[in-house]
């Protein structure tokens, strides 16, 4: 390899917020945050979802309306159907 040209690659901890799983992997990701794992400091980066929490690979639903997307149209904005437009002539 050229020197100089690739970015640092080196032990990365990453959390997965939403199942509170801890990730210790190699990466190039540059972090300001550290955290203590097993006795030893690594750089720290938290991500929202990672496959210790997302459906395709947990296997489980998640809950979504079964209201179509007119009756979720109106349900937000219906209040506003029944005030009348100001009339030019006025």
Same mark, same amino acid.
């Given at each position: 390899? =050229?020197?100089?040209?690739?970015? +640092? $690659?080196?032990?990365?901890?990453?959390?997965?917020?939403? #199942?509170?799983?801890? *990730?210790? !992997?190699?990466?190039?990701?540059?972090?300001?945050?550290? =955290?203590?794992?097993?006795?030893? +400091? $690594?750089?720290?980066?938290?991500?929202?979802?990672?496959? #210790?929490?997302?459906? *395709?690979? !947990?296997?489980?639903?998640?809950?979504?309306?079964?209201?179509?997307?007119?009756?979720?149209?109106?349900?937000?904005?219906?209040?506003?159907?029944?005030?009348?437009?100001?009339?030019?002539?006025?």
């Amino acid at each position: 390899m =050229r020197k100089d040209i690739h970015p +640092e $690659y080196h032990e990365v901890l990453f959390h997965d917020t939403n #199942a509170d799983v801890y *990730f210790l !992997t190699r990466s190039t990701v540059a972090t300001k945050a550290t =955290r203590e794992y097993e006795g030893k +400091e $690594y750089p720290y980066y938290p991500l929202d979802i990672s496959s #210790a929490s997302h459906p *395709f690979y !947990t296997g489980e639903q998640r809950k979504t309306s079964n209201e179509g997307r007119v009756a979720s149209f109106n349900k937000r904005f219906g209040a506003f159907a029944g005030r009348s437009k100001k009339k030019a002539s006025e």
